[in-house]
């Protein structure tokens, strides 16, 4: 077991399913925390969690990392984590947040710009875009604010704002497409969230749209409440979908791992990559998801660092950047 986490952590990886907030160690969280959010025992989620308390989490973090300084330092030992964990491409995304008379949304931003910035000369080894997130249970207000702002640092810092993500609460709000459409005009790509809870109506719509990335994907096969239809259309669409396992486990959308959804995708062929979701939150590592891809999917070392490389081709990454990280990932040398 110990063994295969080594072998892990030394796998250079890519990370393309990140959100910011939920990914804040608790030590950072603690240095940050001069308000003494009583509640920070209560963080980590420890065993299975309904997804609604789930969201109830992020607001902790929220509370805590409440002007620009502390976006930048948060953003900064969250890039430096993945680092660490050998994660060679992270796409880190994160919803602009505005504190009246503390931070407006595009200050937000560029905090985590100016880290992004920075981190590229403190850790050379890891390369980091941005993706500009919407919450799905923001309204539409908010939804065209976001969306306007990523096509504005898209024009401003294309080699960081590369796309824009679709998240919050999926049992609330709307997936706003036709918003989305306009993203996808100014040059955006598109991650979306995509059948968290059933709901097959809308995940029809999504698929129909043809995001860049899906994220999740649980309840689309017919044995988790999807059906064959929309499982034969993701299938043809050939969208890569980002698998966050020990989210789906402790968020309980998943009931165990025989159960998850990569074992139909996999089994297909289809295109997917692993990813944390939220690795303060879930207590995990990209390594450790690598680990556990192994030890219940009975994936071999090769297998593994296959999913790597693939990861690659899915990246929001320029041609030549995705060629350097495949390099990288090709030299790794390993026992079998
Ligand atoms: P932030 O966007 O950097 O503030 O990261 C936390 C936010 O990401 C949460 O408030 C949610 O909107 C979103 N998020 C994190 N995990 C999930 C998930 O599993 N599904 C949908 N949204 C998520
Ligand atoms: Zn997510």
Redesign the pocket.
Known sequence: MEEELQFCEKVPKIELHA????SISLEKLKLLNDNDVPTLPQYEITSSTPLKQC?EV?KIA?TIVNNPLKVYEATLSVIEDFYKDNVIYLEL???PRMIPDIMTKDVYIESVIKAIQTASLTFPKILVKFLI?V?RAHGIENATENILSAIKYHEMYPEYVVGLDL??D?SEGEAFLHLLERARNAGLKIAA?CA?VPNNDEVEDILNFKPDRLGHCTHIHPDLNGSNELFEQLLTSKIPIELCIT?NIKCQTVSDYSKHQFNYFYKANHPICIAT??KSVFNTTLSKEFQIIKTHFKLSSKELIKLSLAAVDYSFATNNEKEKLRQIIKNFTYLE
Do not use: A, C, K, Y
Not at 19 to 22: I, T
């Open positions: 959100h910011l907030n939920g969201f992020f929220h995304r994160s919803t997130s919450n998240s919050g999926p969230h968290e989210s979701d939220d």
